[in-house]
């Protein structure tokens, strides 16, 4: 069984830019999120996915970041315009039916660095 | 809020010695998830503990959750260069809660 799959895993832009992240989750998983992970720090929640519906996204922000799971399967996160503060690591994870805190299986995430 | 201490934050080990992880909350916690991260990578899930005075082990690496479900512990036994990596829990206060991450601890296996 495949994992979760992001594309890029890597990604440096410079700041003002607006930038693409791009996950598929694995085959049946219902669920989907997103995170941000700081150097230095555990990843923290960005926004939660059942199928097409965003069902927290509170800690999104909200003026430049946006999420869409259209079919429910693949998920793009952009950002526009991107900020010196945007520098880090942007993870994708998939569970197999809603509640929080089912397992969640991660992506090798994609790291973006903006100069 | 609720936050996850682990301790301690990076690990120096000689090959083949044991070592133990924790991590600690100061609210009663639903479910505990420990991880591995290496280094620019994502996360790889290890296991998960919800019951108080649970106890799970996979290969050589055991975790335990205590009675007051507040404190997990993450054992390795005959440590080797592939347990290197950064170990992260995360846990939820309830069924409905995300799940909020601990900062990690990094291990290094010194051959």
């Known amino acids: 069984e495949a994992g979760v799959v992001q594309s890029p895993r890597y990604k440096i832009i410079e700041k003002k830019q607006p930038v693409a992240f791009w996950c598929n989750p694995i085959s049946g998983h219902n669920t989907l999120y997103w995170y941000l992970q700081n150097l230095g720090q555990g990843p923290e929640l960005l926004i939660r996915?059942?199928?097409?519906?965003?069902?927290?996204d509170s800690q999104l922000p909200k003026d430049r970041f946006s999420a869409e799971r259209l079919k429910g399967v693949d998920s793009t996160l952009k950002i526009q315009p991107a900020e010196l503060g945007d520098s880090a690591v942007y993870l994708c994870?998939?569970?197999?039916?809603?509640?929080?805190?089912?397992?969640?299986?991660f992506g090798p995430g994609t790291r973006l660095t903006v100069l | 809020s609720q936050e996850l201490e682990q301790s301690p934050q990076s690990l120096i080990v000689q090959e083949g010695k044991n070592l133990t992880i924790n991590c600690t909350s100061s609210?009663?916690?639903?479910?505990l998830y420990w991880y591995k991260q290496k280094y620019g990578e994502g996360l790889i899930f290890l296991m998960m503990l919800q019951k108080g005075g649970e106890e799970k082990s996979h290969e050589k690496i055991t975790a335990k959750l205590d009675e007051k479900k507040q404190q997990s512990s993450l054992h390795i036994t005959a440590s080797q260069p592939s347990h290197a990596g950064i170990y992260l829990c995360?846990?939820?206060?309830?069924?409905?809660?995300?799940?909020?991450f601990g900062k990690g601890t990094r291990l290094h296996i010194l051959p």
């Open positions: 995360g846990a939820a206060r309830n069924r409905d809660d995300k799940i909020i």
């Open positions: 994870a998939s569970s197999r039916v809603g509640g929080r805190t089912d397992t969640q299986y």
């Open positions: 609210k009663t916690l639903y479910g």
């Open positions: 996915y059942e199928n097409e519906e965003a069902v927290d």
